[in-house]
């Protein structure tokens, strides 16, 4: 009996450790992904999934083994070119790239990662996880940014037109263009009165005269200049009056006026050259 006792003892004991050991087997675990199963949208340059783990995936003698972990899929099965990166940032983050290969447009992936992945720790995944994504479609992308261009296309045209027209506008307003109105005829389009409409005409010129005659106004102030002052006509500077060479800021001295003078001074002292009558008798 009392060996019958310690035999079921050793089982239940044996029982508890293995089931021990299952539990703490497997705990690396998948948490997130992007894409998510099933998402839309990849692009199909420079493609990759990233994956996020619970635990660190860092430990290099793990790298060459959890490579083999790692399949992307065509559609037709067929396994694509990957390289599998490790951020040593961002604890369980795994990127897997593809390798020098563009996906198709509109086509659909899948990723694969096999339940024999492991972590840093040694821990394994302990089931197959399946990631299927699908590419953008290409060609839809292309029409509708060529959409947009020509929808802002359309937009800066009508902008530019605008305001040339009321930079045209204003250029009038200024140069004080009077446009000719037909006084019946925007009587039979608005429905108002001829006398009523000449009216309006009459107020609408008689301000733009004065505001005409306010920019004229303004302008020969402007005008306004010294009467010493040089005029500019036709890009022809002209001077009212001879200046000496020192009115334009030179300082170069001829010698003409100081020659004048000395030859001045020796005439005076040299006295006249005329002969005096010294012969003459006087009677």
């Not at 692009?43 to 290099?60: A, D, P, R, T």
């Not at 296309?153 to 037109?161: D, H, L, P, Y």
């Not at 800021?249 to 006249?272: D, N, V």
Request: aromatic share 4%; with cysteine; hydrophobic share 35%.
């Amino acid at each position: 009996m009392k060996k019958r006792i310690g035999a079921i003892s050793v089982l239940i004991l044996l029982m508890v450790m293995m089931t021990t050991s299952l539990c703490f087997a497997g705990t690396l675990e998948l948490e997130d992904s992007y894409p998510r199963n099933e998402g839309k949208g990849m692009q199909v340059e420079n493609s990759g999934v990233k994956l996020y783990f619970n635990q660190n995936m860092i430990n290099k003698d793990n790298e060459a083994f959890n490579l083999k972990c790692f399949k992307l899929l065509d559609e037709k099965g067929k396994a694509l070119p990957i390289r599998v990166l490790y951020s040593p940032k961002e604890k369980g983050l795994v990127l897997v790239l593809v390798d020098k290969q563009t996906l198709l447009s509109d086509s659909t992936y899948k990723l694969v990662v096999s339940k024999e992945l492991e972590a840093a720790s040694g821990d394994t995944l302990g089931e197959d996880i399946m990631i299927k994504f699908h590419t953008v479609d290409t060609s839809s992308a292309v029409k509708a940014n060529m959409v947009m261009m020509g929808v802002m296309m359309v937009g800066v045209i009508w902008f530019s037109s605008r305001s040339a027209k009321k930079q045209e506008e204003k250029a009038k307003e200024e140069v004080g263009a009077e446009e000719k109105v037909n006084p019946y005829k925007l009587a039979k389009e608005t429905g108002k009165s001829v006398e009523e409409i000449v009216a309006k005409d009459l107020k609408e010129k008689e301000k733009q005269r004065k505001k005409r005659e306010k920019l004229l106004a303004k302008e020969n102030k402007d005008v306004d200049y010294d009467e010493d002052e040089d005029i500019s006509v036709n890009d022809n500077k002209r001077v009212r009056a001879p200046r000496p060479i020192s009115a334009g800021g030179s300082t170069y001295i001829t010698g003409r006026k100081a020659a004048a003078e000395e030859a001045a001074r020796l005439k005076a002292q040299a006295g006249t050259t005329r002969p005096k009558n010294k012969g003459k008798k006087k009677k």
